[in-house]
């Protein structure tokens, strides 16, 4: 098993759909989960960090899940630059081995 | 501030051969890490660094190795490349290795033929 496995996609979505993408991860100590955006041969950009209460920026909200161990992004009233991959990223307790989940690509279409 | 800076921007390598890949942060992050991604797939870890002169390896360290003499720079240097080294490379850095957010470089796209 991966330790870091994300929803396989791809999602094609209309433009102002509401989307939400999971991520899991194998490890329960793990410490801290980031969500990443990687546009096409880009390299990967901050998205959000996932914090345990949940947290929001504009039409992205964050949550996770530690008795199931899993993090989510929905995406609210889509556009089509949200068009790109999502790469969810988990970090153990051994400090420093930061796992990428695969990622996930949506496409918002007009 | 520049941030993270990788070079060069493309490579491509004969079989055995070996090259440098060059990063630097200006930003005064202890964690420095080097991923690849193949196509179609996510980052894996390579090599990382929790400060200067200490590193360890991640996922897929073989046939790579790597140096922190500075805060700054960590090269990743391939020893003998082989076809299956065909990827693009990332060097990030973070303030810590645990709770702080990865910056990324631009990526080194290398071919190895």
């Known amino acids: 098993r991966k330790e870091v496995e994300q929803d396989p996609g791809p999602f094609n979505v209309p433009e102002g759909a509401t989307v939400a993408f999971n991520c899991t991860y194998s490890n329960s100590a793990s410490q801290s989960f980031f969500w990443y955006r990687q546009d096409c041969r880009k390299e990967p950009k901050l998205l959000m960090s996932?914090?345990?209460s949940g947290n929001e920026d504009g039409r992205f909200t964050a949550q996770l899940n530690r008795a199931s161990q899993y993090i989510s992004l929905l995406i609210r009233d889509s556009k089509l630059s949200d068009s790109a991959t999502y790469l969810c990223?988990?970090?153990?307790?051994?400090?420093?081995?930061?796992?990428f989940g695969d990622g996930t690509t949506l496409t918002v279409k007009p | 501030n520049a941030g993270v800076t990788q070079t060069p921007k493309f490579q491509v390598l004969k079989t055995g051969q070996s090259m440098t890949l060059q990063c630097a942060q200006d930003m005064n992050h202890e964690y420095m890490s080097w991923y690849r991604q193949d196509p179609g797939m996510g980052l894996r870890l390579i090599h990382y660094?929790?400060?200067?002169?200490?590193?360890d390896q991640g996922e897929v360290p073989n046939g790579y190795n790597v140096s922190r003499s500075t805060t700054e720079d960590f090269p990743l240097r391939l020893l003998s490349a082989a076809p299956s080294q065909t990827s693009v490379y990332f060097c990030?850095?973070?303030?810590?290795?645990?709770?702080?957010?990865?910056?990324f470089g631009n990526g080194t796209r290398l071919t190895v033929t």
């Open positions: 996932v914090y345990s």
């Open positions: 990030a850095s973070s303030q810590g290795a645990l709770y702080s957010p990865l910056h």
């Open positions: 660094s929790v400060g200067a002169g200490i590193t």
């Open positions: 990223v988990v970090t153990p307790p051994n400090a420093g081995k930061s796992t």
